[in-house]
């Protein structure tokens, strides 16, 4: 089959100048989702500490179908090596109906409203009305059966769609797809450390939600997120109080295929420094905290860790930002923790659904602190607003000028590799060249 003409016009080899239409196309998004979403990709679902018991439920998206992540009953032979997470469609196998409609619960089995269809929380078919007919007399008084499924009706071939789990570091991540890697390939040894970092070993607990539906197309998040120019020039936060700006010590780490990426950067004091605030309408020398509790940050010991690019030395960011392709983002700004759930909504529109978590053993103390520094993030977060609107503006102008446009991400030149400064879009470059690829563009 020939790809249709809207995937093969992609002018040149490079991944420097991505064409408008890559975000406005309806038929190109309708390729993205069967190739990335419903592929051989991992995607994000939510987090195992969101369903701590047996029959707990939240719904969640793989690209534009609704998935319900569960916690099964799980045998105590296999406890060791199984997690009890499953992840089902949120369909019937019945007539196709959207069965859950509560985001979250708890649930003994999954029950169709419509013809009362039952399924275990593995997905499984448990049964079904009138399954084996109705007993009835014929019209010789004679016993009969009235309807029933067929002789050869197997209740193990009609389950839900089950979809592939793998859990790490109480992360959860599924896939429709049999071809995908294991999740520790998919992710690689350049990025799984900068996981480990904030999750190996802890139990998480959960701080609270926002969402949001943003009017742009989903890659534009990802490509925020992948952007180290932006933050010191959009965000007054960042450039006057020093969160993340062009002056300070950065890494931009991307794994082997340059799907994954992590920005990586120290906080610094903030103020005037005229090679990166002279001329930049965001910075605010005046401004000043009425309450500096929004920013008492406190450096945690689990931020120092060895340095997977220099083996015997010791790195200690304040902010890491870490992007798997095609649809999380955890963010760890100074004691800020969350994870970010990208839910496209079509080629120009995506719900964002933000999950702000911290540590069991956290004190009270630093539990309120990541709640006030969450304050900076989310749908009105302080940051977090700015990028909201400007992907909305982003969309807007791609739309108003039609087939013909591209983008320019050459800042730091065209090439796809790793720096260990943030004056760079190498991690955009890295994205669409992947992404190239797979939609074969």
């Known amino acids: 089959m020939n790809a249709p003409e809207s995937l093969s016009r992609w002018a040149g080899t490079g991944s420097s100048r991505v064409p408008f239409w890559a975000y406005t196309d309806p038929q190109l998004f309708q390729q993205e989702l069967q190739k990335i979403f419903y592929g051989p990709h991992w995607c994000y679902i939510g987090l195992e500490v969101e369903i701590p018991n047996v029959g707990d ?40 109906v959207r069965f859950c409609q509560q985001p979250q619960g708890n649930a003994r089995s999954f029950v169709c409203p419509y013809h009362q269809w039952t399924y275990k929380l593995n997905g499984e078919l448990a049964g079904l009305p009138f399954k084996d007919g109705v007993p009835a007399t014929d019209a010789s008084g004679n016993a009969c059966v009235h309807g029933g499924m067929p002789a050869d009706f197997d209740l193990k071939q009609h389950g839900l769609t089950k979809l592939r789990v793998a859990v790490l570091h ?16 998919y992710l690689g040894p350049d990025i799984l450390p900068w996981l480990d970092r904030i999750f190996a070993g802890r ?10 539906r943003i009017p742009g ?21 960042f450039v006057t ?62 931020w120092k860790v060895p340095d997977p690019a220099n083996p015997g030395s010791e790195i200690m960011p304040s902010v890491t930002m870490i992007t798997l392709f095609p649809s999380l983002i955890i963010q ?30 956290d004190s009270e103390e630093m539990t309120r602190r990541r709640l006030r520094q969450a304050n900076l993030f989310g749908p009105a977060g302080f940051v977090s607003a700015d990028d909201g609107e400007v992907i909305a503006f982003s969309q807007d102008g791609f ?8 983008t320019l991400c050459e800042l730091g030149g065209t090439g796809t590799q790793g720096t260990e400064h943030m ?19």
């Open 399 to 406: 739309a108003q000028w039609g087939e013909d446009g591209h």
């Open 57 to 96: 439920y939240r719904l969640s998206c793989v690209g534009e179908r609704q998935v319900i992540m569960v916690r099964d009953r799980v045998a105590p032979k296999d406890r060791g090596t199984d997690p009890g997470i499953r992840v089902v469609e949120n369909r019937c196998a019945h007539r196709g």
């Open 332 to 361: 760890q700004q100074v004691n800020s923790l969350s994870t970010r759930h990208i839910q496209p909504r079509g080629e120009g529109s995506f719900d964002f659904v933000w999950t702000h978590f911290g540590f069991a053993d």
């Open 203 to 212: 139990k998480l607990t959960l701080l609270g939600y926002n969402r949001q």
């Open 217 to 237: 197309n989903w890659k534009l998040m990802m490509e925020n997120i992948k952007d180290p120019y932006h933050p010191g020039l959009l965000h007054t936060w």
């Open 170 to 185: 109480g992360l959860v991540f599924a896939t429709f797809s049999e071809e995908a890697e294991p999740l520790a390939d």
């Open 241 to 302: 109080f020093g969160l993340w700006r062009a002056d300070q010590k950065s890494r931009m780490v991307m794994d082997a295929h340059g799907r994954h990426a992590v920005m990586i950067s120290r906080r610094n004091e903030g103020g005037e420094n005229k090679a990166v605030t002279q001329g930049v309408t965001s910075f605010k020398a005046d401004m000043a905290l009425n309450d500096t509790r929004i920013l008492d940050v406190v450096p945690e010991p689990w």
């Open 423 to 441: 004056v760079t879009e190498t991690l955009i470059r890295s994205m669409y060249a992947y992404w190239r690829k797979v939609m074969a563009v």
